[in-house]
């Protein structure tokens, strides 16, 4: 199974870009796919997640309102648009397949994913 992350770049605060995640081994039409993200010296944070019909999302407080994920399960697709982006975005982005979360106050929080991409780096310039 390998996950391909895409659509990382340079893009000054303000601005948009969008990131992909092919997945080829297997297909993961049931499964919650998602994006965490690692900030140079920071330990790697949950961003959003998609139910596997894709009729749910989740995100982080910190991106709600300005990042969208959605997926295209006949293309074994996962998509992350980022608009409004800001530097504190700055991260290395990996995609995920089958997310770990526990359930705690009517919420669902995402810790860990069983698959991994490799990672797509996104950097925002003031």
């Known amino acids: 199974v390998q996950l391909q992350a895409s659509g990382g770049g340079l893009v000054q605060a303000g601005g948009s870009l969008r990131l992909s995640c092919s997945v080829s081994?297997?297909?993961?039409?049931?499964?919650?796919r998602g994006w965490f993200r690692q900030a140079p010296g920071k330990e790697r944070e949950f961003v959003a997640a998609?139910?596997?019909?894709?009729?749910?999302?989740y995100y982080a407080e910190s991106v709600k309102g300005r990042f969208t994920i959605s997926r295209d399960n006949a293309e074994n697709m996962v998509y992350l648009q980022m608009n409004r982006l800001k530097p504190e975005d700055t991260a290395v982005y990996y995609c995920?397949?089958?997310?770990?979360?526990?359930?705690?106050?009517?919420?669902?929080?995402?810790?860990?994913?069983?698959?991994w991409g490799q990672g797509t780096l996104v950097t925002v310039s003031s």
């Open positions: 995920a397949a089958d997310l770990l979360s526990t359930y705690q106050g009517g919420s669902y929080y995402y810790t860990g994913s069983r698959y």
């Open positions: 081994g297997r297909t993961f039409s049931n499964y919650v």
């Open positions: 998609i139910s596997g019909s894709g009729s749910s999302t």
